[in-house]
Every structure is written in C-alpha cells, then in structure tokens.
C-alpha cells in the first residue's frame, strides 16, 4: 500500500447466482474477489455509454403472438439493470423492478417478491441513472400523465426511461392473469381485472419508446405502479399526478435479446402487432 493511500472496506451482498459466478472466476483466474469487483465496478463508471442502453429480454411481437414461457431467468435480467417492468411466464402478472429489486403483481392484486431462478418471456430494463429531475404539483389541479411527460420528453425518437415518486391523486391499474401458452395477448388480457388507488404515494417505472420500434417494445409510456407500502400495483391505464418527483434518462442504445426456445425460432413474427399492442396495453 503505497504512503497516504486510503483503504475503504465495503460489505456487499450478492445474490446466489452472482456469488457463484465470482468464485467461479476467482478459481479461474486467481485474483481475489475483492479485485473482481473492484475491476467490475472501474468497468461500470468507466464505461457509461455502453451501460446507458434498454434491454429487452425477448422482442415484444412474441408476447403479443401467445409465446409466454422463455427460458430467461430473473437473475440474468437483473445483470442488466436494476430498474424496468416485464411480465412472468405463462404471462402471470405484472413485473416491477425498483432500485434492484423484482416485484411480481398477481391478477389477486397482491404484490409478491420474487426469486432468481423464476423464468420471464419479456421484460425491458436498465441501469437507472437519471439526467433530470422535475417537481410537479404545486398547483390545485392534477396532473395527467402523459401530457405532462409530453412536455418533458425533448425528442419522440428517443428512448427514455422514466421514474415518478410522490403522491398520486389516481391510479388505474391492470394485472394480467395467468394464461395458458399461445393464447394471444389481445385474448388473454380481454377480462383482466382493474385496480384503481385514490390518494396513493407510491412509485411509476416506465419507458418511452418510439413508434417506429413497436415491433421490438411497447410504443409510447409504458408504464408500472408500486405503492409505497409495496402490496399494491399493477400496469398503469390512467393516472394524475399530485405532487411528484419525475426522473428522466435518455438512453441512446437498445440492447435485444433474441430467445433460442423452439416456439420462437420456427413462429411466424412478421404480422402487423400494432392494433393488438394497444389494444392490449390499454
């Protein structure tokens, strides 16, 4: 240690998934952990541009097209951010992914945690790190949602991701059942149940993407809702804003993830998915 340099220990907790793969690496490579993850770490801030990007674990047009079950875990959807939404396998609720963590909200309305080794057929996510922040709601009136990202957003052909805490004067939620595999999503979402919050202070994690990609994800807002107390949620219909914190990241890059199950490599993707994507989301 070279004179006058300071040593900070750190205590960090890895998931199970993680730990293997660094002991692992400390076997191959003889280098401690603490130097893995220090190296991992130099690599992240280092690197900014190459983290800034939207991972889609599988194109979007598959969920539309009945293909619930991927072999995508949780775990390896979390290697590629810490902030996002998707669905579960067998299209069994909501995803919600918040500073780290993955929420799943049933068709019951019950919030419920979730473990590494579940399995998704789709879900966006990324490292959330915000490039602006704007207070909304000292006015008397609430509000809307998207006319007021409207007014936030700088460009419609650029991805964002989107992050509000506060306080909400309403919130219309969704939560889509349980589905049996290839049954379309514009079928399988036709009677799903609605939750709707008054006067609730929770979190919304989102997106916006860009019409020309709605093949890939979900044009527009694309939004989830998480109450503060965490045993509430679902995907956002309609909400009014409060008094609000809104947090936004431009995101130069999409990264897509192509699944190798068979139902994806020999089913027919090229069909026109828009009418039924929103149809579906709305």
Not at 17 to 41: F, I, N, P
Not at 106 to 115: E, P, T
Not at 262 to 272: A, I, K, Q, S, V
């Given at each position: 240690?070279?004179?006058g340099?300071?040593?900070t220990?750190?205590?960090?907790?890895?998931?199970y998934?993680?730990?293997?793969?660094?002991?692992?690496?400390?076997?191959?490579?003889?280098?401690s952990?603490s130097?893995?993850?220090?190296q991992?770490?130099r690599?992240?801030f280092?690197d900014?541009?190459?983290?800034?990007?939207v991972?889609?674990s599988a194109?979007i047009n598959?969920?539309?097209?009945?293909?619930y079950v991927?072999?995508?875990?949780?775990?390896r959807i979390?290697?590629h951010g810490?902030?996002g939404?998707g669905?579960f396998?067998y299209?069994d609720g909501?995803?919600?992914?918040?500073?780290?963590?993955v929420y799943q909200?049933?068709?019951d309305?019950n919030v419920y945690?979730v473990a590494?080794?579940q399995h998704?057929?789709?879900?966006?996510v990324?490292?959330?790190?915000p490039?602006t922040f704007?207070?909304?709601?000292?006015?008397?009136?609430?509000?809307?949602?998207?006319?007021?990202?409207?007014d936030l957003i700088?460009?419609?052909n650029?991805?964002?991701a989107?992050?509000?805490?506060?306080?909400?004067e309403h919130?219309?939620?969704r939560?889509?059942?349980?589905?049996?595999n290839y049954?379309?999503?514009v079928e399988?979402?036709?009677?799903q149940?609605?939750f709707?919050?008054?006067?609730v202070?929770?979190?919304?994690?989102g997106?916006y993407t860009?019409?020309f990609m709605?093949s890939l994800?979900?044009?527009?807002?694309h939004?989830?809702?998480?109450a503060?107390?965490?045993?509430r949620?679902?995907h956002?219909m309609?909400c009014?804003?409060?008094?609000?914190r809104i947090g936004?990241?431009h995101?130069?890059?999409?990264?897509?993830?192509l699944?190798?199950?068979l139902d994806?490599?020999?089913?027919?993707?090229?069909r026109d998915i828009?009418?039924?994507?929103?149809?579906?989301?709305?």
């Amino acid at each position: 240690m070279a004179d006058g340099e300071k040593v900070t220990e750190l205590e960090v907790l890895l998931s199970y998934d993680t730990l293997k793969q660094v002991t692992a690496a400390v076997e191959r490579t003889g280098c401690s952990a603490s130097d893995l993850v220090e190296q991992a770490l130099r690599q992240f801030f280092s690197d900014r541009e190459k983290t800034n990007a939207v991972y889609l674990s599988a194109p979007i047009n598959a969920l539309v097209e009945g293909l619930y079950v991927e072999n995508t875990t949780v775990a390896r959807i979390r290697r590629h951010g810490d902030f996002g939404l998707g669905t579960f396998d067998y299209l069994d609720g909501e995803m919600v992914i918040l500073d780290g963590r993955v929420y799943q909200v049933r068709s019951d309305g019950n919030v419920y945690s979730v473990a590494g080794d579940q399995h998704s057929p789709f879900a966006c996510v990324t490292f959330f790190s915000p490039d602006t922040f704007d207070d909304i709601g000292d006015g008397l009136a609430p509000h809307d949602l998207e006319k007021t990202l409207d007014d936030l957003i700088p460009s419609r052909n650029m991805l964002y991701a989107i992050r509000i805490d506060g306080e909400f004067e309403h919130v219309k939620c969704r939560a889509a059942p349980r589905s049996e595999n290839y049954k379309p999503l514009v079928e399988a979402t036709k009677d799903q149940p609605v939750f709707e919050f008054r006067n609730v202070t929770g979190s919304l994690a989102g997106f916006y993407t860009p019409r020309f990609m709605e093949s890939l994800n979900a044009p527009g807002y694309h939004v989830h809702f998480l109450a503060e107390d965490r045993l509430r949620g679902g995907h956002v219909m309609q909400c009014s804003l409060k008094k609000v914190r809104i947090g936004i990241q431009h995101i130069p890059r999409l990264d897509v993830g192509l699944p190798v199950t068979l139902d994806y490599l020999t089913t027919d993707l090229t069909r026109d998915i828009g009418k039924d994507l929103d149809k579906a989301e709305k």
